[in-house]
Structure formats: structure tokens, C-alpha cells
């Protein structure tokens, strides 16, 4: 049976167990699903000062035998404004992104943009069965800008063998 969307998981960083989508800053891929609330509500604090969060989350390959190849993930809806932005984390395929310091620190070695479309998509590469791809995700509220809940979606697709 070929990869299907709902194989494509994406999944909280912070250790193995961690459901808390704010401790999602790098470490070990934690069995629970990304929330649809990733990031809390933008404060009117934070909107009138401005701020810049970040969260790494993993794209895994819930599928039992194949590999997820050429696998592509770009932001297929963006908040108002276009707060968000997403990059490859710096760790291999299936490899462990390093832990940030707190959610105001930005990941080392990854370049953030805001791709719109499959084709201007980044590339994960190949994902094998059960293994993952870290990607992190950057919520930019410029100063002075209205407060708002930010929604996004992104999407992944790649092919199979089969």
C-alpha cells in the first residue's frame, strides 16, 4: 500500500514523551503529534514590541515498509501577515536537532523562508520508514501590528517505490 497522507506525521521535539508544545525547542522526537496551537497566542505585549519565536518539529514516516522519497514541505497556507517561516534543521535523516536554549533563540545553521508552493518547496530528501527530518518553524510578529491567533498549514509530499 503506497504512503498516504496521514503516514506523514509531524511530530513534537523535546524528548520522547513531551506533549508541551512550548518545550518543542530540538532534542529527541517525542511520540506525540504537533498541535494545531504550535505557538500560544500573540499577546498584546508581544505585538506592540514585537517577537520572534521559534519550534522544531520532526516529519516522520509513520509508514510500516517504505521510504517517502524525494519528500518536499512548504507552507501551503500562511498566517495574516505572513508571520511564518520555516527551515531545514541542521541534523540528518533521522539524526537528533540540537536543543535551543528557549523558544527566543534562533536554531544555529538553519536559513528560514517562506515557501508557498510545492515547487519552491525545501527538500527533506528521503525518509525512510519510522525515521524523520527536522524542520523548524519561525513566528516573526513585527512590532506594532495588530494581535491575532496564527494559523498556518504546511504540507509534505514526496514519492514511493511502490
Excluded: C
Aim: net charge negative; no cysteine; hydrophobic share 35%.
Amino acid at each position: 500500500m503506497p504512503i498516504t497522507s496521514t503516514d506523514i506525521q509531524y511530530r513534537l521535539s523535546g524528548g520522547a514523551a513531551n506533549s508541551n508544545p512550548d518545550a518543542s525547542l530540538g532534542g529527541a522526537k517525542s511520540s506525540e503529534l504537533v498541535p494545531v496551537d504550535l505557538f500560544d497566542d500573540v499577546s498584546s505585549a508581544e505585538s506592540a514590541a514585537g517577537d520572534t519565536e521559534y519550534r522544531i518539529i520532526y516529519v516522520h514516516n509513520n509508514h510500516g515498509s517504505l521510504t517517502l522519497q524525494n519528500a518536499v514541505i512548504w507552507i501551503s497556507a500562511n498566517t495574516t501577515g505572513s508571520r511564518i517561516a520555516i527551515g531545514l534543521g541542521a541534523s540528518a535523516i533521522n539524526g537528533t536537532e540540537s536543543t535551543i536554549a528557549n523558544e527566543n533563540t534562533a536554531p544555529g545553521g538553519v536559513t528560514f523562508s517562506q515557501p508557498s508552493s510545492k515547487g519552491a518547496g525545501l527538500s527533506l530528501g528521503s525518509i525512510p520508514p519510522g525515521q524523520h527530518k527536522a524542520v523548524a518553524i519561525r513566528r516573526a510578529v513585527v512590532a506594532a501590528t495588530p494581535a491575532a491567533n496564527d494559523t498556518y498549514t504546511l504540507s509534505v509530499e514526496g514519492d514511493t517505490a511502490a
